[in-house]
Structure formats: C-alpha cells, structure tokens
C-alpha cells in the first residue's frame, strides 16, 4: 500500500498509503477520463429526467405547430409542407439542443464541480469532451421521437438507407460542433441564466433566417443572403436532399453553398470543431486566471 | 511578517500577490505577500473574517487559481510549475469543491477515485470504505440533492479523502453546519490527523481554530498578520482583561471612559456593543475599582468579571474588528469575489 508514486518528485515521507494511480498513458487517461465525465451527463439524463423531457417535448411542438400552422399557409410544390419542414425542423432542433452544452457548462462552473475536477489530476479536456458527449445523446434522442413525429404527420423517407444515415450522421455530427460553440460561450460568460438569454439571440435569426421552413429564395436580398450562407440552411439542404424530400426540378439557389449543400456543411462542422474545441480547452485550462 | 524557512514544511507559500479589478471598483488584493510555512503532520489554520485572503490562498495551494507574483510548493513540488503533481497528492474540499448533486453519494466517490485514476475496482473498494467510515451507508444509493447539510458535507469531506492524501485543503469546513453536526467534522478531522495527514484548514470560528489547529496564522487584508498557536496568540495579548456586560446600550461611552481610565489599554466593544472589554495590568483591584466606578455612575451591570484572554481578543486587537460568528450568509461574497 505505501508504494511511492514515481511522477511526484517531493522529499519528504509520504503520509502512509496513499493510492496510486494505475499505469496509464495520455492517451488512456484520455480516454477513461471522458468515458467517466461523459457518464456523469448521462446519469443527470436519467436522474432529471426533465431535461430530457422538455428537450423531447420542444420538437413535437414544433413538428405539429410548424406542419399545422404554417402548413396550412406555404405553398411548397412537390411533396408539400411536411416533407419540406421536416429537415428544416431536425436541423433547428440540433442547434437548439446543442445550447444544453452551454448552459450546464455554466451551471457545472456555478456549482463548484468544475473546480473539484480541477483539483483531480484529471485531463481538463475531457470534462468538455463528457460534455459535449453527453449532449449528443440528447440531440439522438430527440431526432428519433421528431422522426417519430414526422412519420405520425405523414414524413416519408424516400431514399436509401445508406443516404438516410448520412442525413442523420450530418445531422449529429453538425449539432456535435455546435455543441463545442456552445460549451465555449458557457465557459466564457459563466452564467447559466445569461446564456439562456443569449443563446436565442443567436439560434433564432441562425435558424429562422434560413431555409429551415420557408424557400429561402423569396426572402428580401440581405436576409437571402445572409440565408445563403448560414451553415444552417446547407445543413438542412443536405439533409432534405439525403432523406429525399427535395422532388425533382425544385429550383436551386445560385450560390455555391446552395449547389454544394453537403461540402458547405462539412466546412462549416471542420471550422466549428478547429476553432472551438482549442479555443475551449484553451479556456478551460485558464479558469485559473 | 516572514518567518524563517523551515526546512521541514510541507506547505510552502512565498510572497503570494493575487489581484482582482472588478468593474468600476478599485483593484482588490486578495492576498498581498502571504507567507505560509506548514510543517508535515500538523494541521495549521488560517483565521481571518470574510475577504481576507483564506479562500483565495487555499485555491493557489490546490491549484485553482494562478497567483499574480510568488511561489508555493507542496512537499517540494512547485504548485505553478507542475499543478498535475500536486493535484495527485492533495484532497481539497470546502465551499468551493463540490460533489455531484445528481449522483449518489457512492456514485461521486467511485467517480473521483476513477478521475485520480485509481482504476475501477480500486475506486469500487476505497469508495465503500468512505462509505461505511462517513456513516453513509444508508443513504449512498440517495443523488446527493436529498442529503442534509451535514451528510453532503461528508460527502464533500470523503471525496477529499479518497487517495488518502497526505495532504488536505479544508476550505471552511464546518460553515453553515449546526452545532452537532460540527462536532461531528471536528471529531472526523481529528482522527485525520492522528493519521498523519498534513492538513490546512480556513476558519472564521476562533473556537474550531483553538480546538484543531497546532499553529494558527491570523490573516488579514491578505496577509498574516499573527502566527503561533492558540495559547502563543493569546499570551500575544497579554495579561487578564475585565469584561463588563451592560444592561443598557447607551451606557456604553460612559463606560468606556471609566474602563479607559482603569485599563491599561484601549478599550474595545464586542458582542454588539453590550459587552465591554479592556486589558488590566492587575486583576482583581482593577475589577473592584471598575466595578466601584461604575456603581457611582448608576449603570446597572449584567455582569462584571475577568478573563484569560481568548482568540477573540486576539483578533480584536491584531484586526481593530470583530471575528463573524455567524456567517453563513455572508461567506458567499468571498467566493463570488473569487471568481469574479
């Protein structure tokens, strides 16, 4: 029991047996140390089961008011709305679920359990990766009770199995990144209240200017632009064209972005994750001041 | 104040400066040149009321927060230069350091020990042990956001505990606990020390500082400004003291200039102003005169007599300010601060 740790350089005798670590190296520190924080969110699922709850119940309510309400008033040709919203409806969803990220980061610094970690010989990325994993369980459970939705409201996938995954691992790989944006702000403002507030400064114009529930070619020219380049409308174009919503000779926008939906949004997921996974980890590591 | 190096110390702070600019306040010094010296196997306290510098010192030492200029080591190994080392010998629990609410309380020991990387079955084991020693055990399959002040304070303490440490930060311990359940923590970090654990604890309860520190370091403004044990601090004060204890408040300027006239020193209000006290170079004549004195003048008494000096003259007289006996509330506002 009272083996000397080899990594500790101090002199004097060691307090009779003290616990050592077992052998390990970066990468299985790593490794362990995300599976373990990215168990703890899980558990706060399963613990407060309300989370999970409201974040499942939000994209029901936007299914049937969007495919009810606007439905009703948007002329889409082809398929119709629903087939049209459905993939507008995944993505914001995504987005929206990914603010989580934010939030209980800010909540976790609150709360002093960011500081025990801190006190751990733990690798500090990895608090972010538990993060961030975590909340990419919720966003999988929501887009599977939304699929179900859609499908009660009569969405049809109409292409290959193989394309239907590719929409969903878009879908999840871009809500992924988002969540490393996320996870940075809530580091940086450090209030779980204000990021609420904020976040829908940036997830209604990023969702709604965009071509998640209406063409966005009819939109007045700044907000058609803006629209064009939102990440968000590639995503959702990515997404229509993979689950086969999109019927054929429905017109395309001009822009590359609009013509290369899936490349604009495997961009836009590279330059979220090469920003804000350093930039978070880089914050994460100064909490110190 | 320095003190030599000794080389014995296991806990080592040199001239740590740690600065603060709030928005639209003037800079705060949160410490301005601490000095700290704890030798292996003792527990030293630091004292001092709320925005002295104890949390803020404690969070250098345990790696929270970078210090603006000085150094701090923590059995030789530098606590700036080499914070995974540290983290890997030290326990820290207090205000800050929390446990997982929505984990039960075996839950948040197994999960620290796996983050020490103990290994599963390791942690498995050391958390039972916790457990069982913390008097847990029926409640350690409860999340933690049902537990009681006390019991989540154990909790707190046990994952502190939980590489058996040979050093422990306790960051104000027992604040905002009953008095039983205070008890309770003293007797646990008593047993600690038997053990031979190295053990920094922050206080503003003079009494929990008399009871289990060996040396006591008084800070203030940052600094320490007294250091000694519990008898060396209050024989600083020196001598016996008379302390009358006033039925009406308003007698208080009255008193003070007959205590001032008897006294050998300045004399000093406590206990919201209805308790006067003041240094006597000779005991008993100087109580009889005093209370004659005061007879004259017509001002009833509820009580009148002469005692040791306690630590709380002591910090009376080193900080011209009452120690804070209940601050729960208040306690807050240093963390806040901290993390501002």
Sequence with gaps: MSTINPTVTGTAPRASGTLTPVPGNTVTRFLSDGWVTTWRNLMKIIRVPEILLFSLIQPIMFVLLFNYVFGAAIDIPGEGYTSFLMAGIFGQTVVFGSTYSGSAMAQDLKDGIIDRFRTLPMNGAAVLVGRTNGDLVINALSMLVMMGTGFLVGWRVTSSPLEFLAAVALLLLFAYAFSWVMAFLGLAVRSPEIINNASFLILFPLTFVSNAFVPSENLPTPLRVFAEWNPVSALVQSARELFGNVPPGTPVGDAWTAQNPIATVLLGIAVMLLIFVPLSIKRFNSLSR | ?340
């Design chain 2, 1 to 340: 104040m320095r003190t030599s190096i000794s080389p014995m110390a296991f806990i080592e702070a040199r001239d740590l400066v740690k600065t603060y600019s709030p928005k639209g306040a003037p800079v705060v010094r949160a410490l301005d040149g601490l000095d700290l010296d704890v030798p292996q196997g003792t527990v030293a306290a630091l004292l001092g009321p709320n925005g002295a510098g104890k949390t803020t010192t404690v969070k250098v030492l345990t790696t929270l927060i970078r210090p603006d200029s000085g150094t701090a080591t923590i059995d030789g190994v530098d606590v700036l230069g080499d914070p995974q080392a540290v983290r890997r010998m030290i326990g820290a629990s207090g205000q800050y350091a929390a446990v997982d609410e929505n984990l039960t309380g075996f839950e948040n020991l197994m999960m620290v020990g796996q983050l020490y990387h103990l290994g599963t079955k390791v942690a498995r084991q050391r958390a039972k042990e916790l457990i069982e020693q913390f008097d847990l055990v029926e409640a350690q399959n409860r999340p933690v956001k049902g537990f009681s002040g006390g019991m989540r304070r154990r909790i707190d303490l046990a994952g502190a505990l939980v590489i058996k440490p040979p050093v422990l930060f306790l960051d104000e311990p027992t604040t905002g606990l009953d008095p039983r359940s205070r008890m309770g923590m003293w007797d646990v970090i008593e047993t600690l020390v038997a053990d031979g654990t190295t053990v920094l604890l922050t206080t503003q309860y003079l009494e929990e500082a008399d009871r289990l520190a060996d040396s006591i370091s008084v800070i203030d403004n940052g600094r320490v400004i007294a250091k000694g044990t519990a008898d060396e601090l209050k024989a600083s004060v020196g001598g016996q003291r008379v302390a009358l204890t006033l039925v009406n408040e308003a007698d208080g300027e009255a008193v003070r200039s007959i205590l001032a006239q008897h006294g050998s020193g300045e004399p000093v209000a406590s206990g919201g102003g209805r308790t006067w006290i003041v240094p006597v170079a000779d005991g008993a004549p100087a109580l009889s005169a005093i209370v004659a004195a005061v007879a004259q003048e017509g001002i009833s008494l509820h009580d009148a007599g002469m005692r040791r000096p306690t630590l709380d003259d002591v910090f009376l007289q080193l900080t011209g300010h009452e120690a804070e006996h209940s601050p729960d509330e208040t306690n807050r506002d240093e963390t806040t601060e901290d993390a501002a």
